[in-house]
């Protein structure tokens, strides 16, 4: 199909491509129409929905809004074809936001399914039983694009559409009226000019999420079985309202809807271009009501009033939920109003950064600070306003600081707390902690302890705007127990009366160890605790505990003695000089083995009594059967030079007991 431009009975036709779909807009006598899908244009304001092919699917749209704030009284005549039994599928009266290049589906969904919001009049040919039709042709009230008689989208219906039979596709043109009263919310339509549905529904608020402005128009689809339909609507189908309002010197159109060979009368008929006519140009110089009669669309002789308010034009604007932008209202709704009712243009501008996200006539929807303002003029462009609205942002969050009372989870810290401090202001805190995390509140919601490590997220939201920030700390853990290996040792003999313990390990070695060694019986020279010496047999035990995480192990080892081992001590016997002058040479007076001197026999002498005698008799030093070197002192000092004498008695019980007694003289030279 291709773009055309012909002449219809002083209308002038445009189309338009549009995406996939052919749409046209009809212009007459100032309305306009625009046609998408199989709609044509057919003269004298009739548009033909769809042929009689199949799967057709066609939607005619009034250019302007309707006002649903406002009652309206809509007549038109609808034309079903002639296919009775095989004709299908019906068309919808409908009520949508979704805009003029709107294009449903076709088949029995009647080219309205597909718009969201909406409401729609239904006209329906064809038994479809899943959306419980009736088995006649049929009229009811759906919504929200669905063609289904049930609740939630059924709003009234189905109930038969012609009170004079079951066909309404009997090539005929029949009179259909729509009226809508906002203050009693009652929706009514008649079929042959008469009354056959009517429902209390909130379009505004309950279909249309409190918007007042939505298109209007009509839509058709055939499937398997089709027919030719089409709509015939009024030369100003949208009549003029009870009241409307001009600027001084300004003019307006006063039209009503009447039957098509009606006669009009206008009363007074002062400053009207045309007191007998549906439309006439009215310039009057002040307010004035006017009163006119003529035969309405079904034979009813009909008075309507009109009330012509003389005064300046009035802008004025609100925004809702408040002139400040917050997190929990990042857009903020502005309505425009006027106090003409119909007749005036609404444009919005923004300045100062601001940033208009959509409009729909006097509202607007911003999103960002600034100044805005709306611009209402008439449609003549005599008369003009404008106001502004001052728009604000708040979007400050308030943060928060983590601290836990240890960087991590171990051995020394099985729980710790985690503390949540507000940099300032107030604000509501939610934690969350990793995944399976436990806790107890210790101050809440400001303190909590925890044996969970891992990442613990605060998120801090203003109460004052709803701006939320998070804040995150990682709490570690760390259990990493020593390997603890206690070594080896020698065994303790008579001849080596120390073991040395040796092979100490302890792994990691990124570790800082603190050693304890500990031991029931015996004991150990600890200088190095890698490399001990036991003094005794018995079990020597090592505890390491590492610094960095409190965490200990601990490791065993026997030291054992052997009971076999023998020292033959017959061959004991003592010096008989010691010049205790400090040279380091023959400084200390024990005994020693002749066969083995370098062996220290003393260190496996149980008891050891040593006495020592002046040349007179007199005993000088005695040592009470402790095991000792003695250095030739009594009391600190050196003995004199001379002849001393000596008597020993010693004890070992090292692999089995032996015992002596020496004596002799000693020579002390210094």
Not at 95 to 116: H, R
Request: net charge negative; hydrophobic share 40%.
């Amino acid at each position: 199909m291709t773009a055309s431009a012909s002449t219809i009975n002083l209308c002038i036709q445009h189309w338009v491509a549009l995406i996939l779909v052919l749409a046209a807009v009809n212009t007459c006598d100032g309305q306009s129409y625009f046609l998408n899908g199989t709609a044509t244009a057919s003269g004298d304001d009739c548009y033909q929905l769809t042929t009689t092919q199949s799967n057709q699917n066609g939607a005619v749209w009034y250019a302007d809004f309707i006002n649903l704030a406002e009652p309206f009284d809509l007549s038109f005549t609808m034309n079903f074809g002639s296919f009775d039994a095989t004709g299908a599928d019906g068309m919808v009266f409908v009520l949508q936001n979704v805009g003029t290049d709107a294009l449903g589906q076709s088949g029995g969904a009647l080219g309205f399914a597909g718009f969201d919001p909406s409401f729609g009049i239904e006209f329906d040919t064809w038994l479809n039983g899943q959306f419980g039709d009736l088995a006649v042709d049929h009229i009811g009230f759906i919504s929200d694009g669905s063609v289904d008689h049930s609740p939630p989208t059924g709003l009234g219906g189905p109930i038969q559409a012609s009170a004079n039979g079951i066909n309404i596709e009997d090539g005929q043109d029949h009179p259909v009226q729509i009226t809508w009263d906002p203050a009693t919310q009652i929706i009514a339509v008649y079929f042959d000019c008469t009354l056959r549905l009517g429902s209390q529904v909130d379009l505004i608020n309950d279909i249309f999420n409190g918007q007042s402005l939505v298109y209007w128009g009509f839509t058709g689809s055939t499937g398997g079985s089709y027919n030719v339909q089409s709509v015939c609507l009024s030369e100003n189908i949208i009549a003029t309202g009870p009241e409307t309002v001009i600027c001084p010197g300004a003019s307006v159109e006063l039209n009503v809807v009447g039957s098509p060979n009606s006669e009009f009368t206008w009363d007074p008929p002062t400053f009207l271009s045309n007191p007998n006519d549906a439309t006439t140009l009215c310039t009057p110089d002040s307010t004035t009501v006017y009163t006119v009669s003529y035969e309405g669309f079904c034979e009813t002789i009909i008075t309507d009033t009109i009330t012509v308010f003389v005064e300046d034009l009035i802008a004025a604007a609100t925004a809702n939920p408040g002139t400040i932008l917050t997190c929990t209202s990042p857009s903020i709704d502005l309505q425009g109003s006027s106090n003409f009712p119909s007749g005036v243009e609404y444009t919005w501008q923004a300045s100062e950064n601001g940033n208009i996200a959509s409009t729909l006539g006097p509202q607007a929807t911003v999103d960002a600070a600034g100044i805005y303002t709306m611009i209402v003029a008439s449609d003549d462009g005599v008369c003009m306003d404008s106001t502004s609205v001052a728009i604000s942002a708040n979007f400050e969050t308030i943060g928060t600081t983590l601290e836990s009372t240890f960087p991590q989870l171990d051995c020394a810290h099985a729980m710790v707390q985690i503390t949540a401090t507000l940099d300032d202001g107030n604000a509501e805190l939610d934690w969350s902690g990793p995944p399976n995390a436990t806790w107890e509140w210790i101050n809440e919601p400001f303190i909590v302890e925890t044996s969970s490590s891992g990442t613990w997220m605060v998120v801090s939201t203003n109460l004052a705007n709803g701006c939320a920030e998070e804040t995150a700390i990682v709490l570690g853990s760390d259990f990493t127990l020593p390997i603890v290996e206690a070594g080896s040792a020698d065994t303790i003999t008579c001849a080596s009366p120390a073991a040395s313990i040796s092979l100490v390990s302890v792994e990691p070695e990124d570790y800082t160890a603190v050693y304890s060694w500990s031991w029931e019986s015996g004991g150990l020279i600890a200088t190095d605790p890698l490399n001990p010496t036991a003094l005794q047999p018995g079990m020597y035990t090592l505890e390491v505990t590492f610094e960095e995480n409190g965490c200990s192990a601990m490791d065993s080892v026997w030291v054992y003695q052997d009971p076999e081992a023998f020292v033959d001590a017959s061959s004991t016997t003592m010096p008989n000089i010691i010049s205790p002058n400090g040279d380091g040479k023959n400084e200390r007076f024990l005994p020693f083995l002749k066969d083995n001197p370098e062996f220290p026999i003393l260190s496996i002498m149980d008891r050891y009594q040593l006495k020592i005698f002046n040349r007179w008799g007199l005993e000088v030093y005695s040592n009470q059967g402790t095991p000792v070197e003695w250095d030739g002192r009594v009391n600190g000092t050196i003995m004199a030079d001379g002849i001393y004498y000596y008597i020993v008695e010693y004890l070992i019980l090292c692999g089995g007991e032996q015992q002596g007694q020496l004596s002799g003289s000693l020579h002390i030279v210094r």
